[in-house]
């Protein structure tokens, strides 16, 4: 059976600086992350010939994808990070001391919770749902590298997980989490390259 692979993209400079959203560059750990990630899917997937690797199109995912020969690459609009709208760029900090009600909204709810002209993690897991279904029909082994939220919402869904807990489901930088679909249900290995 096929594997897919699913993994946060390096960490990045608002991952750094505690900020969400944005569309910044790698900080040099995840620079080296990149390049451990490289070398870990040429050896997972050195007989794999057609597998191919799917990034969103926002550039933290396409440098953790850069270092990775040999691949076809697929950048995917519906893998960006959920859309936080006009908190993007705050901290969570800026974010409950400038709009304490938008911070409450959220803790309260937080699979429902839509930011202002952003998204929630329904809206996420709704446009999704072209993913899933191209990710079912893939026969070759397919490495996602994508985004915290974006990751929950798909790691539930393959390892069956309920809905209410997508929003809260840990999801580490700097991990591969290996998903195999066996007669006998789901199998799932993790790869922990860095701290
Ligand atoms: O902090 C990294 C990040 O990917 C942000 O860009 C995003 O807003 C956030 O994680 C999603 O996680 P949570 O829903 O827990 O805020």
New binding site residues.
């Given amino acids: 059976p096929r594997p897919i692979l699913l993994t946060r993209h390096g960490e990045s400079l ?2 750094v600086r505690g900020r ?2 944005g569309d910044t560059v790698l900080s040099e750990t995840g620079e080296l992350y990149a390049k451990k990630l490289a070398n870990f899917i040429e050896k997972r997937l050195k007989y794999e010939k057609t597998a191919t690797i799917w990034t969103s199109t926002l550039q933290r995912t396409i440098l953790t994808a850069s270092p990775i020969v040999g691949f076809p690459k697929i950048q995917w609009r519906a893998l960006d ?2 859309n ?1 709208g006009v908190c993007d760029g705050m901290t969570y900090e800026e974010i409950k001391k400038n709009m304490p009600e938008e911070f409450e909204s959220r803790k309260k709810d ?1 699979l429902r919770y839509r930011y202002p002209r952003g998204e929630s993690y329904l809206d996420v897991i709704q446009r999704l749902e072209p993913v899933i279904i191209e990710l079912e029909r893939q026969r070759a082994p397919v490495v996602v590298i994508s ?3 974006v990751l929950r919402a798909l790691y539930a869904y393959f390892a069956d997980r309920p809905l209410r807990e997508v ?1 809260d489901i840990e999801m580490p930088l700097h991990t591969i989490i290996e998903i195999q679909m066996g007669v006998l249900g789901v199998e799932e290995k993790r790869y922990k390259l860095m701290d």
């Fill in positions: 608002h991952n969400v959203g990070e959920i936080s937080k985004h915290q939220a929003p």
